[in-house]
């Protein structure tokens, strides 16, 4: 019924031409309301790639926790007992957790903000200096770009290793001078740098990260006389497990070992990357839902025009329907034109707003692809799915605006169409 | 051809209704050329848009080559308009942005011929109403007695058996008034029924037979230029 032969087409150009004003103000409403939803669906993702990208660079799975102080009395003890971890504790952990597949200690020399506590040579700056494990890279992953990362052995025999971020190496050492094999003091402790690595990513924490220090956790027990305990946990989730789910088991472990009421809500606290990542994409769906409303919403009141217009048309255009009744149109030929002019008129102003639309969006891609900042927005896009969606919808939408006036248009009789003025 | 016993038609008024058409008997055999003729209200222009199937009619009967045409849908008659049935109307009806080949072509867009043979036959049609140079340009481009003309060769394009034409001479000068019934006394001659509505005795005198209406009835029926009391089939005896 909808194919488009020359002769129909021939038709159809003439409404357009015939009144080209209508046919822009009728176009525009439609147009309008695919540019606005193929904007709107685009700078949303646009924010989803600029958010995925600074978070693309985290482990899924990994988990945090740490411990702060209890606020409800249990087993004797008072309340605001301060907690602590050691790493019995962690041993202790990674035999009973169900949910768990890594469990690293950590720990971080603190209270020396801002003075330097790391010298080479004549230079000296202040970094983080963290205890870890040879296993920490798989909870937080970096790019060694000289050396390795710790490994067993340095843990074993309590090296005094360290592994250096790549701006400690641009403070400490010469330009093209090789810090491995080198020696650093940190905190008057001799340790010989095994690596240099580059955080991955390129947001703030990235940069924090190439300024820290990492040596062996069993090394820093006894160089910093923290012993065995446990600043905080980096943990990986296994595969499959709910991240709420082992994120409370986890607490309520850690609470038995530690035996802190089990309903205290502030002593350890948590954080895990799923659960953000789980939010985001919440957030992210429901903002391209309410792009997909709005943008229908502006394509429903262009398409509410379009019917309108086209009432008016078919109106004015009475005394030209009743001469084609009289020609021999069946009511049938009579539909399809109307129709077929309501799909014409929306789907080339739909065209039209499709290609702006595109085209800004490919425009702001290009500006930020050659340096534009914008912040946390990343190539802004609309995939081809979400095109092709929203063309029926507008497609459906047309049928939809064209059978009122269609309708419309068959009510008249011929000889009242005739007999009409113009 | 046509046969029409006792047509009867009324339009609804606010109030009531309003009866136009009285019981018409009227028979019109293949080749004839009629004039219908009356004053300005007696129901002419009601009674041609019954024949042309343009409009209903409450009760009676209308044979048109044989078939009866009580009770059709829209698009049985649209059907046997484009088959059967020509139109031309005083104030011409083309259709302001179709050239003359296109407003002449419009008939076979609805019968499904070729675009081809369409823009052939419209073209050869316009040549017999000697418009074929006149072909490209628009209804607005063109005087009266052109605009007629295309009109005339739209509704001769699909070769019907009947042309009805409602004061086809109404807006135009007496000059060009006989050149177009000239053309319709030619198209005639081809062996198409003619049917004229016309207030103009010299048109109605151009045709063989002469209908006169009078408030919804057929008052006067009989070869032109006779008086001839009304019958069913147009021989003339009393009543
Ligand atoms: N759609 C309509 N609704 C109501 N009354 C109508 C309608 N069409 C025509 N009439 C009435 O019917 C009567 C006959 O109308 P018709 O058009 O057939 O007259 P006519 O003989 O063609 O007159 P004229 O010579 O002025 O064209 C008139 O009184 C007219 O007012
Ligand atoms: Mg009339």
Request: glycine share 10%; with cysteine.
């Amino acid at each position: 019924m909808m194919g488009l032969d020359r002769d129909r087409l021939i038709e159809l150009v003439q409404v357009v031409v015939r009144n080209p004003l209508r046919a822009f103000l009728s176009a525009l409403g439609a147009g309008w309301g695919l540019f606005m939803i193929i904007i709107t669906v685009g700078a949303a993702r646009g924010l989803e790639n600029g958010v995925k990208a600074d978070m693309g660079n985290d482990v899924a799975n990994s988990m945090f926790a740490w411990t702060m102080s209890t606020s409800i009395p249990y087993k004797g003890y008072q309340r605001g007992r301060w907690l602590e971890l050691d790493i019995d504790d962690v041993q202790w952990l990674e035999a009973n957790t169900q949910h768990l597949d890594l469990v690293c200690p950590e720990i971080q020399l603190g209270g020396w903000q801002g003075t330097n506590n790391v010298i080479h040579g004549k230079q000296s700056g202040a970094f983080d200096v963290s205890g870890a494990i040879a296993e920490y890279q798989q909870v937080k992953p970096m790019n060694i770009t000289n050396g390795r990362f710790l490994n067993q052995a340095d843990l074993d025999a309590e090296r005094k290793v360290c592994v250096i971020g790549s701006r400690v190496q641009d403070i400490l050492f010469e330009f093209g001078e090789n810090p491995l094999g080198e020696t650093v003091q940190i905190q008057g402790v001799l340790f010989r740098v095994v690596g240099v690595y580059t955080p991955k990513g390129n947001d703030e924490d990235a940069q924090n990260e190439a300024e820290s220090i990492y040596i062996p956790f069993t090394t820093f027990g006894k160089a910093f006389n923290t012993r065995d305990r446990v600043g905080w946990l980096s943990m990986l989730i296994k595969d499959g497990v709910d991240a709420e789910e082992a994120e409370e088991a986890t607490k309520q472990l850690i609470k038995s070992r530690l035996s802190v009421h089990p309903d205290d809500p502030r002593a350890i606290g948590c954080w895990s990357m799923a659960e953000e990542f789980q939010k985001a994409e919440l957030l992210f769906s429901g903002m391209r839902l309410i792009s997909l409303l709005f943008g229908s919403l502006a394509l429903l009141a262009g398409v509410i025009g379009i019917t309108n217009i086209m009432l008016i048309s078919i109106k004015e255009r009475t005394k030209e329907l009743g001469i084609r009744r009289s020609l021999g149109a069946t009511p049938v030929r009579i539909l399809r034109q109307i129709i077929g002019e309501t799909l014409f008129l929306t789907l080339l102003a739909g065209l039209c707003g499709l290609v702006l639309g595109v085209g800004l969006l490919e425009a702001v891609d290009g500006y930020l692809e050659s340096g534009g900042d914008a912040g946390v927005f990343r190539h802004p896009e609309i995939d081809f799915g979400t095109v092709l969606t929203v063309l029926c919808i507008l497609l459906g939408m047309a049928i939809f605006a064209g059978i009122l006036p269609a309708l419309r248009a068959l009510a008249i009789k011929p000889v009242e169409a005739l007999r009409s003025e113009g | 051809m046509l046969a029409l016993r006792g047509i009867e038609k009324s339009y609804p008024l606010a109030v009531g209704s309003l009866p136009v058409l009285k019981g018409i008997d009227l028979n019109i055999t293949q080749g004839e050329m009629v004039a219908i003729m009356g004053s300005s209200g007696s129901g002419k222009s009601t009674l041609l848009n019954v024949l042309g199937l343009l409009d209903g009619f409450d009760s009676g009967g209308y044979d048109l080559d044989g078939v009866d045409m009580s009770g059709l849908s829209e698009k049985q008659a649209a059907r046997y308009r484009s088959q059967f049935l020509g139109f031309v109307f005083q104030s011409f009806n083309l259709i302001s942005f179709k050239t003359a080949l296109e407003n002449v072509a419009l008939p076979l867009f609805y019968q499904k011929v070729p675009r081809r043979e369409r823009q052939r036959r419209a073209l050869e049609m316009l040549g017999k109403m000697g418009m074929d140079d006149r072909a490209d340009h628009l209804p607005s481009e063109l005087s009266g007695g052109q605009k007629q003309r295309v009109a005339i060769a739209r509704a001769l394009i699909t070769s019907p058996r009947v042309i009805l034409a409602d004061e086809p001479t109404g807006a135009l000068d007496s000059t060009t008034s006989s050149e177009v019934m000239s053309v319709l006394r030619e198209v005639n001659a081809s062996g198409i029924t003619v049917i004229i509505v016309t207030h103009e005795a010299d048109i109605a005198a151009k045709c063989d037979r002469t209908i006169r209406l009078h408030d919804g009835v057929i008052i006067e029926d009989g070869r032109s230029g006779e008086v001839v009391e009304p019958t069913a089939n147009g021989a003339g005896s009393s009543d």
